[in-house]
């Protein structure tokens, strides 16, 4: 049985739950448990009590991720009216934005619960829980009853599976089926797995053709260059290990701006100074509708140089290939046609 204290241990919660909690014990998850009640605490959440969680209703309903999910769900719900449970979407910041739910008996016990569209599931604010705790951990996790962090969600089991973006496969938001305690079935899990599979099939399926495209010039660059790769567009960043360990939030966006202001096409390079240092970039354009802004997919080495100061500076060269420069050659221009310095602020 799980703890109704804060000063008891999660893992000992775990490791000493009554034999009926699981039909089998599966060590992962009770490691998974047990990590999810040590943040929850860590966060200074109180187990007992009414917990007023983070309500927003300002939310798109006919984002990509909805429209992905609404047909595969359509079908299942209806597989699953009136029976004891509900299936619930949230986004990647674990807010619910869809309901569906099958006896109407249980409509009251997840109003009470604020298990309802617009309500944040976060761990930080409602500890262990199907949402937030498979946000947390990126994997498929179901908490039954007791292994609730909170209380007053304990009358509930629920399984919550992650929706990975198929080309970036960062969480796109997690798919839930709750129902109260002693209707838990072990049916759950599988059944909602398989169900997350369809709707990242559609995902991949809705994904733009820039999108893929700047997919493919990523690996292809990642294969031919050891060191930071970042490939930049408005819906999505991709980067490669060793991009992440330089790359900072601050970095991302000066790229985007640098890239996305420079002359339409051609390949550009120069030198930039970033928060981790001087890198030589290259930046490769890759665009398949002229009506739509470009993406960008920007490799980079480190170079010796003087620590970066506060105010920043970036001279990009054009591709010799391109018009402009080919251009200014012929008129002959000495100076370097399109060369261009971008002042950057970091951070102190």
């Known amino acids: 049985m799980m703890p109704t204290s804060i000063g008891d241990s999660p893992q000992s919660a775990v490791e000493n739950r009554t034999p009926g909690a699981r039909e089998c014990d599966d060590s992962r ?3 998974t448990i047990a990590a999810s009640w040590q943040r929850s605490s860590a966060c200074g959440l109180d187990q007992d009590g009414w917990r007023e969680l983070p309500y927003n209703s300002d939310f798109d309903d006919d984002s990509r ?12 719900v209806t597989t699953m009216a009136d029976t004891p449970n509900s299936m619930l979407l949230a986004d990647q910041q674990g807010r619910i934005v869809q309901r569906w ?10 109003d009470q619960a604020q298990v309802a569209p617009g309500f944040g599931f976060q761990e930080e604010f409602a500890g262990t829980n199907g949402v937030g705790t498979a946000l947390e951990e990126s994997t498929t996790v179901a908490v039954r009853g007791e ?6 969600l304990r009358r509930f089991s629920c399984v919550g599976v992650p929706i990975h973006h198929p080309i970036t496969h960062s969480v796109e938001g997690i798919l839930d089926l709750t129902c109260l305690a002693r209707d838990y079935n072990p049916l759950m899990p599988p059944l909602l797995v398989e169900a997350v599979r369809h709707i990242e099939t559609r995902l991949t399926q809705m994904s733009s053709p820039s999108e893929v495209a700047l997919l493919e010039e990523f690996v292809r660059t990642c294969r031919t260059h050891r060191g930071a790769v970042v490939a930049l567009h408005p ?5 490669n290990p060793t991009a992440v360990q330089h790359l900072t939030p601050t970095d991302q966006a000066v790229l985007w701006e640098v890239a996305s202001t420079l002359a339409a096409g051609g390949r550009l390079d120069g030198t930039v100074d970033l928060a981790g240092g001087r890198f030589r970039l290259r930046c490769t354009p890759v665009q398949t509708n002229p009506k739509h802004l470009p993406g960008w997919c920007c490799a980079w080495t480190h170079t010796p140089g ?13 591709c010799r290939r391109h018009p402009r420069y080919r251009d200014a050659v012929g008129s002959g221009s000495r100076s370097c046609p399109g060369s261009t310095t971008w002042p950057m602020q970091t951070n102190q």
Do not use: C
């Not at 991720?65 to 299942?76: C, G, K, M, N």
């Open 29 to 31: 998850l009770a490691r």
């Open 65 to 76: 991720l909805i429209r992905a999910t609404r047909p595969v769900l359509d079908r299942l």
């Open 101 to 110: 739910v099958g006896k109407k008996s249980l409509h009251n016990n997840l």
């Open 147 to 152: 292994e609730h962090y909170a209380d007053f």
């Open 235 to 239: 819906n999505m960043i991709l980067t």
């Open 306 to 318: 003087p620590p970066a100061a506060t105010r920043q500076w970036l001279t990009v060269v054009p």
